[in-house]
């Protein structure tokens, strides 16, 4: 039985020692979608996505995961991306597509192997001598190989070049899970907004603005970068008489 | 990636309009098959449910046309197809006139400055 | 689920290991070759240039054995430590912590693999040296063995305490093994200083595990606990019929020691397995 919704955050708050990362954020993540979690650096992207997927132990508040708290079922549907490359470093290819073979009923070897060979990776290379570029790869490869509920993506477009990107996002909206919703993460909102159904904006923590990216533009008559740039504009310093013009 | 398009303007009625045009333009087969919308997702560099969105709104308006078996095909609805492309023709020549009208040109001046890069074309 | 995790952590231990303990038993098959083969072959003749060559041979062999010998020990230690932490609390810990499994399984399939890298370790020393030995005085060896049957036919309890004796061993080891994981995790909560604050959280456990020690046995003391319990423990031996020989008391020792360490092993699991579902702070 699935909920209708995948993604369900009531009050949802963490402090580091005081500091909020998180404030009374309540998010409800339907299925099926492309959703973008948009915030500058340091907004609370990364801490959100930590939360839903188990890593941290909010302060206070509840999230709910297909329904269930996050734990051994959640983490079973959740394919995510950190914006760390995780291997060990004794592992080939071959041995991390065993081990999420082992792990993830839904990984999909056969798709994964044919993704490898599209992009000229052997299935006997060695991890620990790759690129930081081909580990990258070969972790989005892992993650869109399997047939998740909720796929999490921090920052998978950042500090790459535009025709990395271009890649990275095909390998993206080809491969996921139709049934299964996407939340990406970034601040690169240019680039990804025509691939996205919804956007959250995430503000110091707060969740400032949660729309369908058809209303904002028939609302607003403009891009989703540019709808951005105002929502997070920041008053440079004009000098002491800035204002006096 | 993907088709020209405006990011202000919200993205499916820009999906279908293209479409529109690819179909009354020829590019596709009256009566042959459309492809599906994860091949023309990809092209357009947009994601599934915009385009579905996009090819629903054509499927209402009867260009495209969905079978149980055999997918997607364009319409043999020659009359429907023929409409169409006089309301894109009308919706484009209207928009030009405007355009005109606020140079300061009157609908007569247009015409013949058409007819004269007719000539100069031919 | 969590004989999944043994398995590929037992397949990365190998990766680091798996060559040194054959070369370990190699080099003591060799060096103690060597030993005999040139003491016999070759009678002193000061002179002679076999005597320069195994004059090399004596300090050669010695030295590769010593050497691998070593690098057992250190890469055993690395093990121990580097697959937790590493493994655990850095980058790998993104995967690791992300894998539909709960904390508990991970933190048990790193001890159980260490544990049992430690084991091995320390019976390929074992081995190693008796190969040595047998090499050199086979007819020693056989004695000595021989000997040590003789005693267990005499005394077949003696079987029982060494397979306790055993038992006490990886239980502790395990005990020592989590000591560390749990000052590991006590580290990881700080931000910066992960590792200082993991050697000193180490410290002081060692402190408090030996106060604690230290308050039971000045404690058992003033109240002549000792005396009375071994007493209480010879009576028992002698209402039973036995020898008086104290392996009822040898067995009360080794009952407290396994207690002893099996409450250690009880409390840094909990205390790992807590910080990790709760505070885990990778970063």
Not at chain 3, 201 to 209: G, K, S, T, V, W
């Amino acid at each position: 039985m699935k909920t209708e919704l995948v993604v369900e955050c009531r009050d949802l708050t963490k402090n580091f020692s005081g500091v909020k990362a998180l404030d009374c954020v309540d998010l409800q993540l339907g299925r099926g979608k492309i959703i973008g979690l948009l915030g500058p650096n340091g907004s609370g992207k990364t801490t959100l996505i930590k939360i839903l997927n188990g890593l941290l132990e909010p302060t206070f508040g509840e999230v709910l995961i297909d329904g269930e708290h996050p734990g051994v079922h959640t983490k079973s549907v959740i394919s995510y991306l950190p914006d760390k490359t995780y291997f060990a470093d004794w592992m080939k290819v071959n041995d991390i597509f065993d081990m999420f073979g082992d792990f993830y009923k839904d990984f999909d070897r056969e798709k994964a192997e044919m993704m490898c060979a599209s992009m000229g990776i052997g299935l006997k290379d060695k991890l620990k001598t790759m690129s930081k570029g081909t580990k990258e790869k070969v972790q989005l490869i892992l993650v869109m190989s399997r047939r998740a509920q909720l796929y999490l993506l921090d920052e998978p477009i950042a500090g790459v070049d535009p025709a990395a990107r271009d890649y990275i996002l095909t390998t993206i909206i080809n491969n996921y899970n139709e049934e299964g919703t996407v939340v990406i993460s970034t601040h690169l909102i240019s680039d990804i907004e025509r691939i996205l159904d919804e956007v959250v904006f995430i503000k110091n923590g707060v969740i400032v603005r949660h729309e369908a990216v058809d209303d904002i533009k028939e609302k607003e008559g403009k891009s989703i970068d540019d709808v951005f740039k105002d929502t997070f504009r920041m008053v440079p310093f004009m000098g002491v008489n800035g204002y006096d013009r | 990636m993907g088709w020209n398009l405006d990011d202000s303007r919200p993205i499916w009625p820009q999906l279908k309009e293209r479409l529109m045009k690819d179909i009354v333009g020829g590019r596709y087969v009256m009566g042959g098959p459309f492809p599906t919308v994860r091949d023309l997702a990809e092209e357009a560099g947009v994601n599934r449910n915009t385009m579905q969105r996009a090819l629903s709104e054509l499927e209402s308006e009867g260009l495209v046309i969905t079978n149980r078996t055999a997918g997607r095909t364009v319409t043999t609805d020659e009359e429907l197809v023929a409409e169409t492309k006089a309301a894109i023709a009308a919706d484009n020549v209207g928009r030009f006139m405007d355009e005109m009208a606020s140079l300061g040109f009157s609908a007569e001046e247009v015409i013949d400055i058409i007819k004269k890069k007719g000539v100069e074309n031919r | 689920m969590t004989g999944n995790l043994i398995k590929y952590e037992f397949r990365s231990g190998l990766r680091y290991i798996g060559i040194i303990w054959p070369a370990l038993i190699v080099s003591a098959a060799l060096l103690g070759i060597v030993l005999k083969v040139m003491g016999n072959v070759f009678p002193e003749d000061p002179q002679g240039i076999m005597n320069i060559l195994q004059l090399i041979f004596d300090l050669v062999f010695p030295l590769i054995y010593a050497a691998i010998f070593i690098a057992m020990i250190v890469i055993t230690i690395f093990i121990v430590l580097m697959r937790f932490y590493k493994g655990l609390l850095g980058d790998e810990g993104y995967l690791m912590h992300t894998l539909p499994v709960k904390p508990w399984q991970l933190i048990t399939s790193k001890g159980i693999v260490a544990c049992a890298v430690v084991m091995i370790s320390i019976v390929c020393a074992v081995i190693s040296i008796f190969i040595l030995i047998g090499i050199n005085d086979i007819n020693g060896l056989l004695y000595g063995a021989k000997e040590f049957f003789a005693v267990l036919g005499e005394e077949p309890r003696l079987i029982l305490v060494i397979i306790e004796f055993v038992i006490l061993a990886i239980i502790g080891t395990m005990a020592s093994i989590y000591q560390i994981y749990a000052a590991m995790a006590i580290g990881q909560l700080t931000g910066k200083h992960r590792l200082l604050t993991s050697l000193g959280a180490y410290i002081a456990i060692n402190i408090a595990l030996t106060i604690l020690a230290t308050v039971i046995i000045v404690v058992g003391d003033t109240l002549c606990l000792d005396v009375w319990l071994s007493e209480w423990l010879w009576s028992i031996e002698a209402s039973a019929g036995m020898n008086d020989d104290g392996f009822i008391l040898v067995q009360a020792g080794l009952g407290a020691a396994f207690v002893a360490a099996a409450v250690q092993l009880a409390a840094f699991h909990v205390i790992t397995e807590r910080i990790l579902s709760k505070k885990l702070n990778l970063i």
